[in-house]
């Protein structure tokens, strides 16, 4: 089997970006490597949950107006 590179996109906010190059470069990994851990183990911590809003253990909103869609999401936008 073996692990197979798959190119993903994600938009993220440029400031998600740089705390996530910091904690890379704490951790002598590259940019990509992190992602591929922190997506790796919140995509085995999903499938446990079942749902994303029993892994947030709250509601999370779902976007119905195109320009809502825009929006980043945020955890404090539900409380």
Sequence with gaps: MGIWKVGTNA????????MLEEFAAKE???LGNLCFVLLTWATEQLQKA?????LLGKRVPI???G???NKPWSPESTK
Excluded: F, M, Y
């Design 28 to 30: 002598h990994r590259s």
């Design 50 to 54: 079942g749902t994303i809003e029993r």
């Design 67 to 69: 320009l809502q869609r």
């Design 11 to 18: 938009k993220i906010t440029v400031e998600t970006r740089a």
């Design 63 to 65: 976007p119905k107006q």
